[in-house]
């Protein structure tokens, strides 16, 4: 069995999307955080280093990694499910996870979105659009939803 390690692992399945520029200034915080403790960062896609008999846990501890921060979509979303099982240390990043081994941290922008509309709407303007990231996630997810809600309530419209 290996010892503990001071590498923290950011793990992606898949195609990366660190080329955002809200996934570079994550990437940029974290490396910040980083560099105030003696822990270093360990960039892994599971597609490409997970062996086909090992667990997502057993992979991590054969690169070195003591924890992981996951950056997952709706579509990745069973890697933190996992690791909580395992018992890895795991930090969910721009996502809510419900699992009480699984940290998350993600962003409550409801009443802020809202708030933006309201002022929108009061000052006279009728038509809105929704932009987001191709990352579909609970942090955007959420943002599409309050965005929809606001328009069925506050402005009626039937067809969202």
């Known amino acids: 069995m290996r010892r503990a ?10 195609r990366s999307s660190f080329d955002s520029r809200f996934d570079g200034a994550l ?5 910040e955080e980083l560099a105030e403790s003696n822990y270093d960062l360990l960039l892994i896609n599971v597609d490409r280093a997970q ?5 997502l846990g057993q992979m991590l501890v054969r690169k070195g990694a003591s924890g992981a921060l996951l950056r997952t979509t709706d579509l990745t979303r069973e890697m ?10 795991t930090v969910a990043m721009a996502d809510r996870i419900d699992h009480d081994r699984v940290g998350s941290a993600y962003c409550i922008s409801e009443r ?9 709407h009061l000052l006279g303007h009728r038509r809105f659009a929704v932009a987001t990231n191709v990352v579909d ?8 939803e309050t965005f929809q809600r606001f328009l ?9």
């Open 112 to 120: 802020s979105i809202e708030e933006g509309l309201g002022h929108l």
């Open 5 to 14: 390690t001071s590498t923290i692992a950011l793990v992606y399945r898949g």
């Open 152 to 160: 069925r309530e506050q402005i009626g419209r039937a067809h969202v």
């Open 51 to 55: 062996l086909p008999d090992e667990t």
């Open 27 to 31: 990437l940029h915080g974290v490396s």
């Open 137 to 144: 996630d609970h942090d955007h997810s959420s943002r599409i």
């Open 80 to 89: 933190c499910f996992e690791l909580g099982e395992q018992g890895f240390p």
